[in-house]
């Protein structure tokens, strides 16, 4: 296969990293150092999708040769953002407040061809439902997952799976922080062929 760029990942994320490295395709990662403070009245669906264009542009001056992929998600408990829990006091409460109900995971996605200055962005959503949570599930959940750098304190790729009933949404990688059903599409866009 020929690569008519470099492709660069805009994030720390080692979530996003070992999805991307699934696409068995050469990649190097660079931390953007986006500002991520959502805006007055800025929706879950807005804020991810700007983010996710920000932290592609702010690594666009160390690699103006590449395509560059930032991403940023959100969880949306009845209709306010939930982020990152930090934790362990903070994600309790986010699981306590969830218990029994659905929420919204929003993912925003951004490929910005630095060459040329095209950025292609969606915004993928992906709904979870979780059990009834009793507190001692949720104490034993965090001891064990320490999920405090996920947003809506869900590592659904681990233990996190327990305390779902179900999910829905069009690519179960974006549940995980990066939407590679699009992505791939995104690339070719651009002459990167994945296969």
């Given amino acids: 296969m020929a690569v008519p760029q470099r492709l660069i990942l805009?994030?720390?994320?080692?979530?996003?990293?070992?999805?991307?490295?699934?696409?068995?395709?050469?990649?190097?990662?660079?931390?953007?150092?986006?500002?991520?403070?959502?805006?007055?009245n800025e929706d879950a669906r807005a804020l991810t999708e700007r983010l996710a264009i920000a932290k592609a542009e702010?690594?666009?001056p160390r690699a103006a040769d590449a395509l560059i992929i930032g991403s940023d998600q959100v969880a949306e408990y009845d209709g306010e953002i939930v982020g990152k829990p930090?934790?362990?006091?903070?994600?309790?409460?986010?699981?306590?407040?969830?218990?029994?109900?659905?929420?919204?995971?929003?993912?925003?996605?951004?490929?910005?061809?630095?060459?040329?200055?095209?950025?292609?962005?969606?915004?993928?959503?992906?709904e979870v439902t979780f059990r009834r949570l009793g507190e001692e599930h949720i104490t034993r959940y965090l001891q064990k997952e320490r999920p405090f750098d996920c947003a809506g304190s869900v590592?659904?790729?681990?233990?996190?799976?327990?305390?779902?009933?179900?999910?829905?949404g069009d690519d179960p990688n974006t549940l995980i922080g990066l939407p590679l059903i699009r992505l791939v599409r995104m690339l070719e866009a651009e002459g990167f062929e994945v296969l």
């Fill in 10 to 40: 805009a994030s720390g994320s080692r979530y996003r990293h070992d999805l991307l490295a699934r696409l068995k395709i050469p990649f190097e990662v660079m931390v953007s150092d986006a500002d991520e403070t959502a805006r007055p």
């Fill in 58 to 60: 702010a690594v666009r």
């Fill in 86 to 126: 930090g934790g362990f006091d903070e994600a309790a409460r986010q699981l306590r407040r969830i218990s029994g109900k659905t929420a919204r995971l929003y993912t925003g996605l951004a490929l910005l061809n630095a060459r040329t200055g095209r950025i292609q962005s969606e915004v993928a959503l992906f």
């Fill in 155 to 168: 590592k659904s790729e681990g233990l996190g799976i327990a305390l779902l009933e179900r999910f829905q």
